[in-house]
T-cell receptor
Framework: GAVVSQHPSRVICKSGTSVKIECRSL??????MFWYRQFPKKSLMLMAT?????????EQGVEKDKFLINHASLTLSTLTVTSAHPEDSSFYIC??????????????FGEGSRLTVL | GENVEQHPSTLSVQEGDSAVIKCTYS??????FPWYKQELGKRPQLIID?????GEKKDQRIAVTLNKTAKHFSLHITETQPEDSAVYFC??????????FGKGTMLLVSP
């Protein structure tokens, strides 16, 4: 299947700093990528849909200015958590669909990034 | 929008038993229903999926059934093994729309 790579896998930062997480589709082009947040023992909560070359679409309740999403190319989307605070600590996962895959609709996930804000 | 309910939230079985996880969805237009397995601290992995034009699909010990009329679908794991222990998520979507996930089921298989 298609491969989605996410970096960094773990990051610890001080409160007030910004953290950037990268999501790359390694062997396919992804016009759309999705960013999820997952709390311990909880489900995947969709934060936003990242569209290549245009603004991201945020889900209700997600702060656009807090979680900046950039999708500058067909293989890269970034999520920047600005002025991070302890309550932003979470597991962030990106995903993408390979529209060229015969199994259309299948979502491929990155490895996830565990953010800890001190 | 779509709403997906998943039950049970936790499921404990003995090795060799069968496990069944059930999901319901609200949007009758949904036509794609994947199941993901997520081990602790790792990414979700697709284990099986079904589309609305079929009622059942099987892959070795794993099977999924879909009842479009009742708008529910189920995951069946037979001859469970300890390595099946993980969190399982069902999801639903329409074509290329975003997937809506259930809340997950933590499956524990005891040796």
């Amino acid at each position: 299947g298609a491969v989605v790579s996410q970096h960094p896998s773990r990051v610890i930062c001080k409160s007030g700093t910004s953290v950037k997480i990268e999501c790359r589709s390694l062997d396919f082009q992804a016009t759309t990528m999705f960013w999820y947040r997952q709390f311990p023992k909880k489900s995947l909560m969709l934060m936003a849909t990242s569209n290549e070359g245009s603004k991201a679409t945020y889900e209700q309740g997600v702060e656009k200015d807090k979680f900046l999403i950039n999708h500058a190319s067909l293989t890269l989307s970034t999520l920047t958590v600005t002025s991070a605070h302890p309550e932003d600590s979470s597991f962030y996962i990106c995903s993408a669909r390979d529209h060229g895959s015969p199994n259309t609709g299948e979502l491929f996930f990155g490895e996830g990034s565990r953010l800890t804000v001190l | 929008g779509e709403n997906v309910e998943q039950h049970p939230s936790t499921l404990s079985v003995q090795e060799g038993d069968s496990a069944v996880i059930k999901c319901t969805y609200s949007d009758s237009a949904s036509n794609y229903f994947p199941w993901y397995k997520q081990e602790l601290g790792k990414r979700p992995q697709l284990i099986i999926d079904i589309r609305s034009n079929v009622g059942e699909k099987k892959d070795q010990r794993i099977a999924v059934t879909l009842n479009k009329t009742a708008k529910h679908f189920s995951l069946h794991i037979t001859e469970t093994q300890p390595e099946d222990s993980a969190v399982y998520f069902c999801a639903a979507s329409t074509g290329y729309s975003t997937l809506t996930f259930g809340k997950g089921t933590m499956l524990l298989v005891s040796p």
